[in-house]
């Protein structure tokens, strides 16, 4: 299959980069936001299939504490960001501050207007100090959305994925419009632009979303070092103990033969 194919040659080419950002000690991080249903969590999975997660890491962070509420938003966030030679994913970042907060009033209006007054300034800082940012968009229609909505509720493997804030937000899809342009209107600026991915294809979006990646980041393959498989040891006499002294599991593959 086409799609299976390029993203297999895609995901040897991240592999190459995340070496690249080993070795030279760089420092990327990428943000992934939407709406809900928009096809994040996939692209991140197809990103990550293959990567080191000592090297690559992904940030889902949860509520915040009643602690965090109280502190300078974007701090829980700081602590998130890469040392030299990592990769960060944020699934969903500081901008829920712009989206979800916004829309379904969890913070201020006062907060709301600080936040995007902050927000390219903070992400400038990021780069003055060589973090390479990269902010991904997905978009989805209202359609599609609705019909992945459905999908998550009619599939048990699939339901732990639909919340009640997923639901709501069907209602609110407007609202969610309208913040995402204002948004747009501040933060997305020429030191740190949006890239939007058109999501409703889902294979579509993984591959543009990698491509697009992969060409902005100026890496290029590094040598792995030479490892050699030293020859195994004559025996100095070493029994296994009885098996009937450990406990195994019960063979349960051999029930599909």
């Given at each position: 299959m086409p799609y299976e194919r390029e993203l297999l040659r895609l995901q040897?080419?991240?592999?190459?980069?995340?070496?690249?950002?080993?070795?030279?000690?760089?420092?990327?991080?990428?943000?992934?936001?939407?709406?809900?249903?928009?096809?994040?969590?996939?692209?991140?999975?197809?990103?990550?299939?293959?990567?080191?997660?000592?090297?690559?890491?992904?940030?889902?962070?949860?509520?915040?504490?009643?602690?965090?509420?109280?502190?300078?938003?974007?701090?829980?966030?700081?602590?998130?960001?890469?040392?030299?030679?990592?990769?960060?994913?944020?699934?969903?970042?500081?901008?829920?501050?712009?989206?979800?907060?916004r829309v379904m009033g969890f913070c201020t209006d006062d907060e709301y207007w600080q936040f995007l007054h902050q927000c390219p300034t903070f992400e400038q800082m990021l780069i003055e100090a060589s973090i390479l940012l990269r902010k991904y968009w997905f978009s989805v229609s209202d359609t599609e959305q609705e019909r992945r909505f459905r999908d998550r509720l009619k599939d048990p493997m699939k339901r732990w994925k639909l919340s009640p804030m997923d639901v709501e937000s069907i209602t609110h899809w407007e609202d969610y419009s309208r913040a995402k342009d204002e948004m747009f209107v501040h933060t997305d600026v020429p030191q740190s632009p949006w890239h939007v991915v058109e999501s409703d294809d889902k294979r579509r979006a993984r591959i543009n979303m990698i491509a697009h990646l992969l060409s902005s980041v100026p890496y290029h393959e590094v040598a792995p070092p030479g490892i050699e498989l030293p020859p195994r040891p004559s025996s100095r006499g070493y029994q296994r103990p009885p098996r009937d002294l450990q406990k195994y599991v019960p063979d349960h593959a051999a029930g599909l033969e």
């Amino acid at each position: 299959m086409p799609y299976e194919r390029e993203l297999l040659r895609l995901q040897q080419e991240l592999v190459k980069l995340q070496e690249w950002v080993r070795v030279e000690g760089a420092r990327l991080v990428v943000v992934f936001e939407g709406r809900d249903a928009a096809g994040k969590g996939g692209a991140i999975k197809r990103v990550t299939e293959y990567l080191n997660p000592r090297i690559a890491r992904v940030a889902a962070l949860p509520t915040p504490t009643e602690r965090q509420k109280t502190q300078w938003y974007f701090q829980r966030y700081v602590e998130h960001l890469p040392a030299a030679g990592e990769i960060v994913l944020f699934d969903r970042s500081w901008y829920n501050r712009a989206g979800v907060e916004r829309v379904m009033g969890f913070c201020t209006d006062d907060e709301y207007w600080q936040f995007l007054h902050q927000c390219p300034t903070f992400e400038q800082m990021l780069i003055e100090a060589s973090i390479l940012l990269r902010k991904y968009w997905f978009s989805v229609s209202d359609t599609e959305q609705e019909r992945r909505f459905r999908d998550r509720l009619k599939d048990p493997m699939k339901r732990w994925k639909l919340s009640p804030m997923d639901v709501e937000s069907i209602t609110h899809w407007e609202d969610y419009s309208r913040a995402k342009d204002e948004m747009f209107v501040h933060t997305d600026v020429p030191q740190s632009p949006w890239h939007v991915v058109e999501s409703d294809d889902k294979r579509r979006a993984r591959i543009n979303m990698i491509a697009h990646l992969l060409s902005s980041v100026p890496y290029h393959e590094v040598a792995p070092p030479g490892i050699e498989l030293p020859p195994r040891p004559s025996s100095r006499g070493y029994q296994r103990p009885p098996r009937d002294l450990q406990k195994y599991v019960p063979d349960h593959a051999a029930g599909l033969e």
